[in-house]
């Protein structure tokens, strides 16, 4: 069983910047592809970007390209989400998500339903 506990969520203004922080345990890190996805309220919950196994694919929505950047560091159990250039469109509250399913088509890890396991979201406020 793996546990995800994201932090650094925040209220920002729009144009800045944040980092969100996923840690993760009870697994073994380096053999999950881990994604970022987010839920405003009243929509339902997103696709954001995620990393595979090393790190070395890396996809991403058309709504964040550019601004946004996953990253990991397998030797702490972490994935992060820098983002920059924020927008008010952004607010929601983020979650960080693990899958251990390997698939070949990259469309596979930007649904939810390829993730085993989902930490508790952290909210992100942009204001205008």
């Known amino acids: 069983q793996v546990q995800l506990v994201e932090s650094g969520g925040g209220l920002v203004q729009a144009g800045g910047s944040l980092r969100l922080s996923c840690a993760a345990s009870?697994?073994?890190?380096?053999?999950?592809?881990m994604g970022w996805f987010r839920q405003a309220p009243g929509k339902e919950r997103e696709f954001v970007a995620t990393s595979t196994w090393s790190g070395g694919s890396t996809y991403y929505a058309d709504s964040v390209k550019g601004r946004f950047t996953i990253s990991r560091d397998n030797a702490k159990n972490t994935v992060y989400l820098q983002m920059n250039w924020l927008k008010p469109e952004d607010t929601a509250v983020y979650y960080c998500?693990?899958?251990?399913?390997?698939?070949?088509?990259?469309?596979?890890?930007?649904?939810?339903?390829?993730?085993?396991?989902w930490g508790q979201g952290t909210q992100v406020t942009v204001s205008s």
């Open positions: 998500a693990a899958c251990s399913i390997r698939r070949y088509e990259s469309t596979w890890y930007a649904q939810k339903v390829a993730y085993n396991y």
């Open positions: 009870g697994g073994t890190f380096s053999t999950y592809a």
